[in-house]
């Protein structure tokens, strides 16, 4: 099974206008963190917001918050008020308690969504 | 300010021939990694390196290895490169793998591989 799962193939959103997408995540793990990262076409993944698995609120960060809902094991990035520069690829990303080896070290992400903002 | 710094940003080499991209970090950072990521897709972890310790993806190709002589710097080899290495390769950092904790991730620029 998917353990990132972002399903929208693309968005589209007017400047100015708020816009939420969509993560969900699986994991049988009591501790993990969800990330969500930009991606603009020059490449460089940008790190917009983080929610702990135990943090009792919503992350914000500026325009960006985070909709974290565990019981649904979704993790929504809301975007306020669209800008132009906003237009990139978003990926969600999990990375899970890490172990004294290292092993679950990794980040998973999904697939990611092209998000295009209207003048 | 850069804090994860890739050289080249873009490189372009020949179908079989030898090429090193480079990653280096300002953070101090334990933790390196390498991803591959083809276009449209998600960023595929290659390896990673906490401190000296080298682990490797079960998945990655023989064709890929990687060095890390000191703490601020990472490469990745590509030993013989086939058209279809031609990707973007990330190089990212964070802070360490203690238990209990989840760190974020510091990438770098990127590195465009074209292989002719």
């Known amino acids: 099974a998917q353990k990132i799962t972002q399903t929208q193939p693309g968005m589209f959103v007017q400047e100015k206008e708020a816009v939420t997408l969509d993560c969900t995540y699986d994991t049988s793990d009591p501790s993990y963190g969800l990330f969500w990262y930009k991606q603009p076409s020059s490449g460089e993944m940008i790190f917009l917001i983080y929610?702990?698995?135990?943090?009792?609120q919503n992350a914000t960060e500026g325009r960006y918050s985070l909709n974290f809902q565990k019981a649904r094991k979704s993790a929504n990035l809301v975007i306020s008020a669209s800008q132009l520069g906003d237009s990139a690829m978003y990926f969600c990303a999990m990375r899970e308690e890490a172990s004294p080896t290292g092993a679950n070290s990794k980040l998973t992400f999904g697939k990611g969504i092209t998000l295009s903002v209207r003048p | 300010d850069a804090m994860v710094i890739q050289n080249p940003r873009y490189q372009v080499t020949q179908f079989g021939k030898p090429v090193t991209l480079s990653c280096s970090q300002t953070l101090n950072h334990n933790v390196m990694y390498w991803y591959q990521q083809k276009s449209s897709q998600a960023p595929k972890l290659l390896f990673h390196y906490y401190d000296k310790d080298f682990n490797n993806e079960a998945d990655t190709p023989d064709n890929f290895q990687s060095r890390r002589p000191n703490t601020s710097f990472c490469f990745l080899d590509i030993r013989s490169p086939g058209l279809g290495d031609a990707a973007m390769y990330l190089c990212?950092?964070?802070?360490?793998?203690?238990?209990?904790?989840?760190?974020?991730?510091?990438f770098g620029p990127g590195t465009r591989l074209t292989v002719t």
């Open positions: 929610q702990g698995s135990y943090d009792q």
């Open positions: 990212a950092t964070s802070r360490d793998l203690l238990w209990g904790a989840v760190y974020e991730q510091y």
